[in-house]
T-cell receptor, first 109, second 116 residues
Framework: GQNIDQPTEMTATEGAIVQINCTYQ??????LFWYQQHAGEAPTFLSY??LDGLEEKGRFSSFLSRSKGYSYLLLKELQMKDSASYLC??????????WGAGTKLIIKP | NAGVTQTPKFRVLKTGQSMTLLCAQD?????MYWYRQDPGMGLRLIHY???????AKGEVPDGYNVSRLKKQNFLLGLESAAPSQTSVYFC???????????????FGPGTRLLVL
């Protein structure tokens, strides 16, 4: 079967750095997405990786290793507004998005 | 440019009642999707559409029907609601399929459905 694993919850301190990991086992791979979802709101797109390596976008970076079935989202200079769930999703061989359950990130002052 | 909109935002149904959720997008996207999101689980695809007049089943289609009569609208119907269908329903749309960042899905604000 297809599976995406993320930690259920993480806690970090304002101003610090946090890394959210995602491992996947899917039938094929056509890209990996990270979405942010604030409580009670819709998911919004953060990043897309299809080749190995690091993609940087301001305070957020996303890394992919296709051989290891592994990705991480790195958030720097954490702000209180970064408190949200972070969803990892993989596009499989049929171009269907397979979603992880999400990681709830709690930021403490 | 409203993006993706959903109506209603919240609804309470009794077991056995029917209802239709409406999704509309103004981005001229070909692909549209209906998901449900339950606590502790990832988004699960109910049905999707690759263009006007076409629909396909996703991971959890039982108990739901859909229609895409116009490119901008995607309707999700519950013919006979059950408590197991209590969930948050999200509609999403994207340009095309085939890989690449065009696969980015844009989500509506969600519909919270409670079935008693």
């Amino acid at each position: 079967g297809q599976n995406i694993d993320q930690p259920t919850e993480m806690t970090a301190t304002e101003g610090a750095i946090v890394q959210i990991n995602c491992t996947y086992q899917t039938s094929g791979f056509n890209g990996l997405f990270w979405y942010q979802q604030h409580a009670g709101e819709a998911p919004t797109f953060l990043s897309y990786n299809v080749l190995d390596g690091l993609e940087e976008k301001g305070r957020f970076s996303s890394f992919l290793s296709r051989s290891k079935g592994y990705s991480y989202l790195l958030l720097k200079e954490l702000q209180m507004k970064d408190s949200a769930s972070y969803l990892c999703a993989v596009l499989d061989s049929n171009y269907q998005l397979i979603w992880g359950a999400g990681t709830k990130l709690i930021i403490k002052p | 440019n409203a993006g993706v909109t959903q109506t209603p935002k919240f609804r309470v149904l009794k077991t056995g009642q029917s209802m239709t959720l409406l999704c509309a997008q103004d981005m001229n996207h070909e692909y549209m999707y209906w998901y449900r999101q339950d606590p502790g689980m990832g988004l699960r695809l109910i049905h999707y559409s690759v263009g006007e007049g076409t629909t396909a089943k996703g991971e959890v289609p039982d108990g739901y029907n859909v229609s895409r009569l116009k490119k901008q609208n995607f309707l999700l119907g519950l013919e006979s609601a059950a408590p197991s269908q209590t969930s948050v329903y999200f509609c999403a749309s994207s340009y095309i399929s085939g890989g690449g960042p065009q696969e980015t899905q844009y989500f509506g604000p969600g519909t919270r459905l409670l079935v008693l």
